[in-house]
């Protein structure tokens, strides 16, 4: 077996790099190493993962000719995308990463599907698409069509062109819409990491909505789970269903849509207590409003994911936080 892992450097990808091949299963990596945030934290992931069964290529999913060019090399039984121009906030300053990489990237994997009969395509979806939903927790059977910044509205769209193959070209896709994933080799531009920078430098911590937020924090090992578990159950065709009949996460082309989040949302005051606990510090807080682009809770419906994979995340918001300072103070000394 040989997967394609896009993202390869990233917090997710690197995650389920280093479990693919622990596994004995051959991955080819690919990453462009943009500088979204600081590049060095890519190339120790990478180096930390240096396996024999792992290959990495420095590629832009959006060079259309690079990309057809792996596929047509590589022959490839299945593809995790996990590569995007990730978060919200910096989506309102610049758009076209997003329409680059989260649209144009997720065509050219896509196309790479279509062309060399990809037995499952599982990529990457977001939270962040249930946008103004208010009904909790939030259920891939609701429709999302009201995203509220424009890197959801590429995740949203990322569904849509994956069900577009799933029915037109029969290429199986599963889309999972991860919420705040947080843990070790974690992403800069997360809230924990973030936190953790500043309090441990003496300075103030942002906390927007006064506070008053709450999120379904996802430990990476129950992301990367349920991504191992999720590739082995690859869509079928469904013949007999209907639009009227079923669910937007489901079709009748083999195309499915799954959340995959702790399933108990925290609330946002909650979680710094637990990170001042586990440094042993007290945050100095700046209470700011909302921020234009953010929603005011996430909260993962999971029985589907359970149903299908027979697995719920299980890692608690203490225990996480703890392993992510651990490792912060032994990677930044
Ligand atoms: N971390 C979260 O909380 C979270 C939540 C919801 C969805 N997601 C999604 O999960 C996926 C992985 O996120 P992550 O947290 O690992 O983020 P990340 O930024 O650490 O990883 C993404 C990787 O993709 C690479 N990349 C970006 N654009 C590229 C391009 N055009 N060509 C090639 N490589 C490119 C980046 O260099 C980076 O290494 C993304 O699709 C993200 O949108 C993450």
Request: aromatic letters at 12%; one cysteine or more; a negative charge.
């Amino acid at each position: 077996m040989k997967y394609l892992v896009t993202g390869a450097a990233g917090f997710i990808g690197s995650a389920v790099v280093e479990r693919l091949c622990a596994m004995g299963l051959e991955v080819i990596g690919i990453d462009n190493l943009n500088d979204y945030y600081e590049v060095s934290l890519k190339e120790a992931r990478l180096a930390r993962i240096a396996h024999p069964l792992f290959t990495f290529v420095t590629l832009d999913l959006a060079d259309r000719e690079g990309v057809a060019n792996l596929f047509s090399e590589h022959k490839f039984n299945r593809v995790i995308h996990l590569a995007a121009q990730a978060g919200v906030r910096y989506s309102i300053d610049n758009p076209m990463a997003y329409a680059d990489s989260n649209l144009v990237g997720h065509l050219t994997i896509l196309e790479g599907c279509r062309h060399h009969n990809i037995e499952h395509l599982v990529y990457a979806s977001s939270s962040s698409v249930y946008g103004l939903n208010q009904k909790m927790p939030f259920d891939t059977a609701d429709s999302v069509d009201h995203p509220i910044s424009l890197y959801a509205a590429t995740k949203k769209s990322n569904e849509l062109m994956a069900h577009t193959y799933s029915h037109l070209y029969g290429v199986p896709t599963t889309g999972l819409r991860f919420f705040t994933v947080y843990g070790l080799w974690g992403c800069p531009d997360m809230a924990l990491f973030k936190f953790t920078k500043k309090i441990v430098n003496g300075e103030q911590i942002d906390v927007y909505n006064n506070g008053d937020m709450r999120r379904d924090f996802t430990y990476i090992d129950d992301i990367v789970e349920g991504i191992i578990r999720i590739q082995n159950v690859i869509p079928e065709k469904f013949e007999d269903w209907t639009v009227e009949s079923g669910s937007p996460a489901t079709s009748s082309a083999p195309y499915r849509v799954y959340n995959i989040g702790h399933g108990s949302p925290v609330k946002l005051m909650e979680f710094i207590e637990a990170l001042e606990t586990s440094l042993g510090v007290e945050a100095k807080k700046n209470f700011m409003p909302m921020q234009p682009g953010d929603v005011y809770a996430t909260y993962a419906d999971t029985k589907d994911l359970f149903e299908a994979t027979d697995y719920k995340p299980q890692v608690k918001v203490a225990e996480g936080v703890k392993a992510f300072v651990d490792w912060y103070r032994e990677y930044y000394k």
